[in-house]
Protein backbone atom coordinates (compact mmCIF):
# COMPACT_ATOMS: atom_id res chain seq x y z
CA UNK A 1 0.00 0.00 0.00
CA UNK A 2 1.70 3.40 -1.08
CA UNK A 3 1.53 6.27 1.48
CA UNK A 4 -1.08 8.41 0.15
CA UNK A 5 -3.51 5.00 0.44
CA UNK A 6 -2.20 4.71 3.73
CA UNK A 7 -3.17 8.16 4.59
CA UNK A 8 -6.45 7.92 3.02
CA UNK A 9 -7.69 5.06 4.91
CA UNK A 10 -6.85 6.69 8.23
CA UNK A 11 -8.65 9.59 7.29
CA UNK A 12 -11.72 7.50 6.51
CA UNK A 13 -11.29 5.56 9.55
CA UNK A 14 -10.91 8.89 11.21
CA UNK A 15 -14.20 9.86 10.07
CA UNK A 16 -16.03 6.85 10.83
CA UNK A 17 -14.94 6.84 14.69
CA UNK A 18 -15.80 10.60 15.05
CA UNK A 19 -19.64 10.05 13.38
CA UNK A 20 -20.03 6.93 15.68
CA UNK A 21 -19.09 9.05 18.63
CA UNK A 22 -21.46 11.80 17.44
CA UNK A 23 -23.86 9.63 16.89
CA UNK A 24 -24.06 7.93 20.56
CA UNK A 25 -23.93 11.49 22.19
CA UNK A 26 -26.36 11.63 24.53
CA UNK A 27 -28.97 14.85 24.31
CA UNK A 28 -29.15 16.91 27.67
CA UNK A 29 -32.34 16.07 30.15
CA UNK A 30 -34.19 17.80 32.36
CA UNK A 31 -36.84 17.31 34.70
CA UNK A 32 -39.85 19.58 35.35
CA UNK A 33 -42.53 19.73 37.94
CA UNK A 34 -45.41 20.90 35.93
CA UNK A 35 -48.04 22.37 38.74
CA UNK A 36 -51.72 22.97 38.01
CA UNK A 37 -53.01 26.14 40.42
CA UNK A 38 -56.25 27.36 40.36
CA UNK A 39 -56.31 30.56 40.91
CA UNK A 40 -58.98 33.21 42.05
CA UNK A 41 -59.84 36.41 43.50
CA UNK A 42 -61.65 35.19 46.35
CA UNK A 43 -60.30 34.70 49.89
CA UNK A 44 -56.89 35.08 50.31
CA UNK A 45 -54.92 31.66 50.76
CA UNK A 46 -52.04 29.99 49.25
CA UNK A 47 -51.96 25.83 49.54
CA UNK A 48 -48.99 25.04 51.95
CA UNK A 49 -47.55 23.04 49.03
CA UNK A 50 -47.35 26.79 47.15
CA UNK A 51 -45.92 28.54 49.83
CA UNK A 52 -42.41 28.12 48.71
CA UNK A 53 -43.66 30.25 45.35
CA UNK A 54 -45.37 32.68 47.71
CA UNK A 55 -43.26 35.73 47.13
CA UNK A 56 -44.27 35.06 42.74
CA UNK A 57 -47.81 34.39 43.44
CA UNK A 58 -48.15 37.97 45.04
CA UNK A 59 -46.41 39.97 42.33
CA UNK A 60 -47.63 41.23 38.97
CA UNK A 61 -48.94 39.52 36.95
CA UNK A 62 -50.23 37.10 38.97
CA UNK A 63 -50.95 39.85 42.17
CA UNK A 64 -54.75 40.39 40.76
CA UNK A 65 -55.27 36.97 42.54
CA UNK A 66 -55.71 36.49 45.87
CA UNK A 67 -56.24 32.57 46.51
CA UNK A 68 -54.08 29.75 44.90
CA UNK A 69 -54.65 26.12 45.06
CA UNK A 70 -52.62 23.52 43.86
CA UNK A 71 -54.93 21.05 41.79
CA UNK A 72 -52.20 18.66 40.28
CA UNK A 73 -48.74 18.22 39.42
CA UNK A 74 -47.10 16.27 37.03
CA UNK A 75 -43.16 15.50 36.59
CA UNK A 76 -42.04 14.91 32.92
CA UNK A 77 -37.96 14.30 31.78
CA UNK A 78 -38.01 16.29 29.01
CA UNK A 79 -34.66 15.58 26.25
CA UNK A 80 -33.73 18.08 24.63
CA UNK A 81 -35.45 18.74 21.02
CA UNK A 82 -37.40 15.98 21.44
CA UNK A 83 -41.93 16.65 22.51
CA UNK A 84 -42.92 15.76 25.31
CA UNK A 85 -47.00 15.45 25.24
CA UNK A 86 -48.67 16.38 28.35
CA UNK A 87 -52.45 16.06 30.47
CA UNK A 88 -52.80 17.98 32.59
CA UNK A 89 -56.30 18.34 35.02
CA UNK A 90 -59.82 19.41 33.52
CA UNK A 91 -58.95 18.21 30.17
CA UNK A 92 -56.38 20.01 29.44
CA UNK A 93 -53.67 18.92 27.25
CA UNK A 94 -50.73 19.62 24.76
CA UNK A 95 -47.14 19.51 24.81
CA UNK A 96 -44.05 20.97 26.13
CA UNK A 97 -40.67 20.94 24.50
CA UNK A 98 -36.61 21.35 25.95
CA UNK A 99 -35.91 23.51 22.64
CA UNK A 100 -32.27 23.99 23.82
CA UNK A 101 -29.80 25.24 26.27
CA UNK A 102 -28.02 29.20 26.38
CA UNK A 103 -26.08 29.30 29.37
CA UNK A 104 -27.56 28.41 32.23
CA UNK A 105 -31.00 28.47 31.20
CA UNK A 106 -33.12 26.44 29.51
CA UNK A 107 -35.23 27.26 26.30
CA UNK A 108 -38.76 25.36 26.60
CA UNK A 109 -41.66 25.67 24.20
CA UNK A 110 -45.31 25.30 25.74
CA UNK A 111 -48.39 24.47 23.85
CA UNK A 112 -51.70 23.54 25.79
CA UNK A 113 -55.65 23.23 24.41
CA UNK A 114 -59.21 22.69 26.11
CA UNK A 115 -61.48 21.23 23.61
CA UNK A 116 -59.91 21.81 20.51
CA UNK A 117 -59.29 25.27 21.54
CA UNK A 118 -55.48 26.85 22.31
CA UNK A 119 -54.80 28.26 25.26
CA UNK A 120 -51.57 28.83 25.24
CA UNK A 121 -48.70 28.64 22.85
CA UNK A 122 -45.16 30.19 24.13
CA UNK A 123 -41.11 29.81 24.14
CA UNK A 124 -40.04 30.84 27.60
CA UNK A 125 -36.36 30.70 29.52
CA UNK A 126 -36.25 28.76 33.08
CA UNK A 127 -33.18 28.87 35.58
CA UNK A 128 -32.39 25.62 37.41
CA UNK A 129 -34.57 25.49 40.32
CA UNK A 130 -36.22 28.97 39.55
CA UNK A 131 -40.06 28.98 38.69
CA UNK A 132 -41.95 30.18 35.68
CA UNK A 133 -45.76 30.78 35.71
CA UNK A 134 -47.43 30.47 32.66
CA UNK A 135 -51.58 31.62 33.12
CA UNK A 136 -53.45 29.42 30.32
CA UNK A 137 -57.06 31.39 31.23
CA UNK A 138 -60.76 31.02 32.40
CA UNK A 139 -60.81 27.00 31.72
CA UNK A 140 -61.30 25.00 34.90
CA UNK A 141 -64.21 25.46 37.12
CA UNK A 142 -64.07 28.31 39.64
CA UNK A 143 -60.97 29.94 38.68
CA UNK A 144 -58.11 30.16 36.10
CA UNK A 145 -55.41 27.62 35.11
CA UNK A 146 -51.56 28.67 36.16
CA UNK A 147 -49.07 26.36 35.52
CA UNK A 148 -46.29 27.13 37.69
CA UNK A 149 -43.11 24.87 36.10
CA UNK A 150 -39.59 24.31 37.73
CA UNK A 151 -36.71 22.74 36.34
CA UNK A 152 -34.15 20.67 37.89
Not at 23 to 44: K, M, P, V, Y
Not at 59 to 69: C, K, N
Amino acid sequence: MTRHGRHFWLGVLTAFVVAIAAGTARAEQIQCQLHSIRATTSGAQISPVLEPFRNFLLRPPLSSFTSFELIGTRTVTLRQGANQPISLDHGIAGQITFASSQGTQRVLNLSLRHQNRNLVNTTFRVSQGYPMFVVAGSVIPQGTLILGIVCR
